[in-house]
């Protein structure tokens, strides 16, 4: 399959904008001769169902070729005044192939139990226009992978499953004119246990990040450009919205 997609400009890309995140950036400045990245998508994939309907495995394969591709630029008028800005950098490409399944356990005579796998591998190159270095895009990790199940009891009325998601860490940076910053975080956990009772009312219990994981950015800040390579600093955050549970009651009343 071969398709193409153009991303919508956001005009917070147009305009400078108050910068929040850093206290050493006053604004980010904006561009006005930017314009709309756009790529073709190659797209490969295979399934296969397991017979009595016990479940299916698939694999995708696919290559992104970006064209025009928006990140941030040099946009300086002077060099004791540094700016970027969201520009087009020029074509790059990215592959990601990525496998999953879904099966339910009834060769271990557990038909009403589902597990649930998926895993997939990243990469990509452009050359980047501050270090002139053949770079991944910014903010696109290495991969992840993921495991759940999901057990229903129909004579109890009752269903309940967890979702496990990690990501590789060492992917996720972000390229700028005077700093570079990475990220990584801890596995992401979810769980659920729903019941219907008292005729038709149905009770769930959702519960987001249970393990109470966490985002860290590492930011490298240097002394004038990032290509000159005088670092001044390196800052490191770490943040966590602790784990959230929620009851939804659903029914006729």
Same mark, same amino acid.
């Given at each position: 399959?071969?398709?193409?997609f ?6 917070? /890309? ?20 930017l314009?709309p990245?756009y ?24 290559k ?45 005579n ?21 270090l ?7 903010n ?37 004119? /005077? ?63 602790g ?11």
């Amino acid at each position: 399959m071969v398709e193409k997609f153009v991303r919508q400009l956001s005009f917070a /890309d147009f305009v400078a904008a108050t910068e929040n995140e850093d206290t050493d950036s006053n604004t980010q400045a904006g561009n006005v001769n930017l314009s709309p990245e756009y790529w073709w998508n190659y797209n490969l994939l295979a399934e296969y169902r397991l017979p009595n309907d016990a479940g299916v495995l698939s694999a995708n394969l696919y290559k992104h070729a970006h064209r025009d591709k928006n990140e941030r630029i040099d946009v300086s008028t002077s060099e004791d005044d540094l700016r970027s800005a969201v520009g087009n950098i020029g074509n790059g490409d990215m592959w990601v192939f990525e496998v999953k399944s879904s099966i339910r356990l009834g060769m271990l005579n557990l038909p009403n139990v589902l597990v649930t796998t998926r895993a997939n591998v990243k990469d990509s190159k452009i050359k980047d226009p501050f270090l002139g270095i053949e770079r991944r895009f910014s903010n696109f990790d290495r991969g992840s992978f993921g495991f759940g199940f999901r057990h229903d009891i129909p004579e109890w009325r009752l269903n309940y499953g967890v979702n496990w998601m990690n990501r590789f860490d060492g992917g996720i940076k972000r390229y700028d004119i /005077d700093d570079i910053e990475s990220t990584s975080g801890d596995p992401f956990t979810m769980a659920f246990v729903e019941v219907i009772a008292f005729g038709d009312i149905t009770f769930r219990l959702d519960g987001r990040n249970v393990t109470e994981g966490q985002m860290c950015r590492q930011r490298q800040r240097y002394v004038g450009r990032a290509s000159a390579g005088i670092l001044e600093e390196i800052e490191y955050m770490c943040s966590g919205s602790g784990a959230v549970y929620s009851l939804k009651v659903s029914g006729r009343f």
